[in-house]
């Protein structure tokens, strides 16, 4: 059966592929510090150095966390290793991923779904890479060319794809997605207004934390009632 | 040596070439495999294909968006950084307050400060620390979560998909919000301004994407309309984006 193929040689392989790019990977970050430090003589104080990581670590701890596990359900294992490594998760990687399986017509969490999804993933880091590339080597001339009423509607592009995606996905599940935008939109004016202040960082993780694990509860319930 | 020189030389280049070269290996490693097991459980070339393309054009608007960002870590952190921060691991949001956590450890506040070669080595140093945490925990639980979720649903596939589906409306949902909700706390907090009318704009982009797609997507499914559905998402960015701009 298929099903044996995929779980019995697919999974493992997988899991090979990322655990070893993905500890890897860990290391290879650092050889810009390393050139740093070997190169010119630039090594920073270990207090310093500490002080910064302890910030950073409490802005940017419970993300570490919650992100791999919010958006596992969507991404699969394999686009866990891949879109952790490469990022941009949450503007590219999982918009991505969801059109691949739009266009080729499989349903997500499904093994068709998953293969599909990390195509989609790799896709998108390529040619992620490509632009920023071209970017980087052209630098600062490809911003000083553009009118700034082109850099002003850029920052409409994000807002504006992800109302074009909650649609594009909420079609299948319309009362489903009404729900969920109303809660959503409650749990994020009162982070807005402060309420949970008391949670450290809420603001960077509670609202997608929230909205994805309210979702999976309403999405499992209501499958249970149609039964 | 100017602290720019430093970070634009070609020792940076290289050095930094070598981490997003290792990312486009790992996505090329993954497609791969995903390729020949899609053959095997029965996805056709052309189906795969399509998946593809239609990954690569929905890929392009961010990742633009992305390199405007990157632009803002070229003046601070230089070229070579910024590049390899915004194709590993990184997100723009991300980057520029680790580097400035970095830098103001020294004393270095980035954007008024000039840069210095020890604040440069800090922002280089807490940009990978602060940002290797989310590569950990992921590369070490990614197999277990699969379990987790199995057992979940008891190894039955329609809860798996439920489970699927409603966690990716959950994140666009959440997405949305973000910019839905913003002028209405904003406005309670007597933000500023032009703090009020960006997000103004932001949430009428959002609004606007929401509604061109669904009536392409009406229009495409209606008539059958073939190429209107690989591009509707295009059409639908570029059209918000158009008239959130003029208004």
């Known amino acids: 059966m298929n099903g044996n193929f995929y779980k019995d040689e697919y999974m493992p392989q997988v899991n090979k592929i990322g655990k070893l790019t993905g500890y890897l990977g860990v290391l290879v970050a650092f050889t810009p510090a390393l050139v740093l430090a070997v190169v010119y003589g630039i090594v920073p104080k270990p207090a310093a150095l500490l002080t910064a990581f302890i910030s950073g670590a409490s802005a940017f701890g419970v993300l570490w966390f919650v992100e791999p596990i919010s958006y596992f359900p969507v991404v699969g294992p394999a686009g866990t290793y891949m879109a952790f490594l490469s990022g941009n998760i949450s503007n590219m990687r999982i918009p991505c991923a969801s059109m691949a399986q739009v266009a080729a017509d499989v349903e997500p969490g499904t093994e068709k779904g998953s293969i599909i999804a990390t195509l989609g993933m790799a896709v998108s880091i390529i040619i992620n890479v490509s632009v920023l590339t071209i970017g980087a080597i052209l630098g600062t001339s490809v911003l000083a060319m553009l009118p700034d009423s082109v850099k002003a509607a850029l920052n409409y592009l994000l807002p504006a794809l992800f109302g074009a995606l909650l649609v594009q996905f909420g079609m299948k599940m319309i009362k489903h997605s009404v729900i969920m935008v109303v809660i959503a939109f409650a749990l994020y004016f009162a982070i807005g207004m402060g309420v949970f202040n008391w949670l450290p960082g809420a603001s960077n993780w509670l609202g997608t934390l929230g909205c994805v694990f309210i979702s999976i509860a309403v999405g499992i319930a209501t499958l249970s009632n149609n039964k | ?247």
Request: net charge positive.
């Open chain 2, 1 to 247: 040596m100017d602290v720019m020189q430093i970070a634009n030389g070609l020792p940076m280049w290289i050095a930094c070439g070598i981490p997003v070269v290792f990312v486009v290996i790992q996505a090329v490693l993954f497609a791969k495999g995903a390729y020949s097991a899609g053959k095997k459980v029965g996805l056709s070339d052309e189906k795969m294909k399509k998946a593809m393309k239609s990954s690569a054009v929905t890929s392009i608007g961010p990742s633009i968006v992305v390199l405007s960002g990157m632009l803002s870590l070229l003046v601070t952190v230089g070229g070579p950084v910024g590049w390899m921060r915004l194709s590993m691991i990184g997100s723009v949001m991300f980057e520029s307050i680790a580097a400035g956590l970095g830098t103001s450890a020294v004393g270095v506040t980035l954007g008024t400060d000039a840069m210095t070669g020890e604040a440069l080595g800090m922002a280089v140093w807490t940009m990978i620390l602060c940002s290797i945490g989310w590569v950990l925990f992921s590369t070490f639980a990614a197999n277990k979560m699969d379990k987790i979720e199995h057992k979940l649903s008891k190894g039955n596939a329609g809860t798996l998909t439920t489970i699927a589906s409603a966690a990716i409306i959950g994140v666009f949902s959440a997405m949305c919000a973000s910019h839905l909700s913003k002028p209405f706390y904003s406005m309670l907090q007597k933000a500023d301004a032009a703090a009020m009318s960006s997000s103004w704009h932001n949430l009428m982009a959002c609004i606007l994407g929401a509604v061109i797609m669904f009536i392409l997507t009406q229009i495409a499914n209606k008539k059958n309309i073939g190429w209107l559905k690989e591009w509707s998402l295009t059409i639908t960015i570029l059209g918000a984006m158009i008239i959130t701009a003029l208004i």
